[in-house]
C-alpha cells in the first residue's frame, strides 16, 4: 500500500486494483465483475451492510445490499444487526445512521461527499430563528447537520413531511427547515398558516425550473410528471395541472421512492422525470417497459458521484472513513430521528 505523509493517497488491494485520491474523489477503478466479488467478499469479512441512495452510480446500487430513499435507508440502518453500516450516500445520511446506532462503525466511502442543502443552515441561524417564536416545533429535513438535528423536535424525510407536519397539533407554530420548496409543497398539503418556512435550497434540484418543465411537457403530451419536491419546477407543474396543459392526474409530487411505487403501477408509456438523475437507473430497472426521461439531463450532484468504485473499494479495505458525532450532540438528536422514522411510508427499498 503506497502512502504520502499520515493519509494514504494510493493504493491497490489483493486483485491488484489500484486506487488514487484527488481533489474531486477517488479514481481508478473499474467497476468489473471482478470489482463486485471483491467488494462484497470484503463487505463480508467487515460483517458490513451496504446502503445505496436511489442518486448513486449505477454500479454502486447494483452492488448494495439495499438501495432506497432517505426514509428507507434510515430505517434499514436503525433496524440492521451488522455491526458495520456503509453509507453510499452524503455525509448527513452516515450521520443519521451514526445517531441511530451510536454502537456502530458508520463508514463513508468518501467523507468529502457533503450536500449544498444541509450547508444551508446552522445550529446557530436555527437558534436564533426559534428564538423569535413563542415555543415552536421545529421540523427538520434529514438533508442537515447532526448540529441542526440536536436542536429539532422532529426530523422529516420528502417521503413523510406532510405526515410530521400533520403530526403537529394545529395550534403549534411550526418552522420547517432548510427546504423552500418542499416546505412550500407542505403548505399546500396541510393548508397550514403558521408553518414558517427557512429559505434554503438544494443547487441541483432548485436548478429543474418551471420553464423548462413547461417546455418538456409540451413536447411530451401523454407522458407522467414524477417531480420530487426539492425542484424549483414543483410549483409550476401544479400550475401546468391547474391551466389544463398537463391533466391533473399525469402530475405526481413524489419523494424518490415513492416514485418506484408510482412507475410500477401507472399504465403511462412515458414519464418525465424531474430530480437527480441517478434516479433513473433504479426507475428503469423498475418498469423497463417504461421511457423514462429527465426533465433536466444535467441535474447530476457532485457529491452523490463522489461515492466511485474506487471510493469503496478503498473504503471496505482500509475502514475508512469513519463517521463520529460527538455523543452529546447525538443523544438530542436521537428522539428527533426516531420521531422521522417511526411517521409514514417509504417506497422501495425496505
Ligand atoms: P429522498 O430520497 O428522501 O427523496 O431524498 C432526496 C435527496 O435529495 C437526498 O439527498
Ligand atoms: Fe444534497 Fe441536493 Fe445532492 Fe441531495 S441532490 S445530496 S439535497 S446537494
Excluded at 450516500?89 to 452516515?94: I, T
Excluded at 450536500?115 to 423569535?132: F, M, N, P, V
Excluded at 437507473?281 to 421511457?291: F, S
Amino acid at each position: 500500500m503506497a502512502t504520502t505523509g499520515t493519509a494514504a493517497t494510493a493504493g491497490t488491494v489483493t486483485t491488484g486494483h489500484a486506487w488514487e485520491r484527488t481533489d474531486t474523489g477517488y479514481t481508478g477503478v473499474v467497476a468489473d465483475a471482478e470489482w463486485a466479488r471483491e467488494i462484497r467478499r470484503l463487505a463480508d469479512e467487515r460483517d458490513a451492510v451496504l446502503l445505496a441512495h436511489n442518486y448513486q452510480l449505477p454500479e454502486i446500487q447494483d452492488v448494495a445490499d439495499h438501495t432506497g430513499d432517505s426514509l428507507a435507508l434510515s430505517r434499514i440502518a436503525a433496524a440492521s444487526t451488522a455491526s458495520t453500516i456503509v453509507f453510499c450516500g452524503v455525509h448527513f445520511m452516515a450521520e443519521t445512521a451514526k445517531i441511530l446506532g451510536p454502537g456502530k462503525t458508520v463508514l463513508i466511502p468518501d467523507e468529502r461527499a457533503g450536500c449544498s442543502l444541509a450547508d444551508s443552515i446552522t445550529a446557530e441561524q436555527l437558534r436564533e430563528w426559534k428564538a423569535g417564536f413563542d415555543d415552536p416545533v421545529v421540523v427538520s429535513y434529514v438533508n442537515t447537520t447532526a448540529e441542526v438535528k440536536a436542536e429539532t423536535d422532529i426530523c422529516c424525510t420528502s417521503s413523510n413531511a406532510v405526515d410530521v407536519v400533520r403530526s403537529v397539533p394545529a395550534d403549534r407554530d411550526v418552522l420547517f427547515c432548510p427546504d423552500q420548496f418542499l416546505g412550500a409543497h407542505v403548505q399546500r398539503e396541510t393548508g397550514r398558516e403558521n408553518l414558517h418556512v427557512w429559505a434554503g435550497e438544494c443547487h441541483v434540484h432548485a436548478g429543474i425550473n418551471g420553464p423548462e418543465l413547461a417546455e418538456r411537457a409540451a413536447a411530451n403530451p401523454d407522458a407522467d410528471l414524477f417531480i420530487h419536491p426539492e425542484c424549483g419546477c414543483a410549483t409550476s407543474a401544479l400550475y401546468l395541472a391547474g391551466e389544463g396543459t398537463v391533466p391533473e392526474d399525469r402530475v405526481k409530487i413524489l419523494s424518490t421512492g415513492q416514485m418506484l411505487d408510482a412507475a410500477r403501477e401507472t399504465g403511462a408509456s412515458s414519464v418525465l422525470v424531474a430530480t437527480e438523475v441517478g434516479m433513473l437507473h433504479q426507475l428503469r430497472t423498475a418498469a423497463p417497459e417504461i421511457d423514462f426521461r429527465a426533465v433536466n439531463d444535467r441535474a447530476s450532484c457532485r457529491y452523490m458521484k463522489m461515492i466511485t468504485p474506487a471510493a469503496l473499494l478503498r473504503c471496505l479495505s482500509e475502514g475508512a472513513d469513519e463517521v463520529h458525532v460527538p455523543l452529546d450532540v447525538a443523544e438530542r438528536a436521537k428522539a428527533s430521528v426516531e420521531r422521522m422514522i417511526a411517521i409514514g411510508t417509504s417506497g422501495g427499498g425496505e
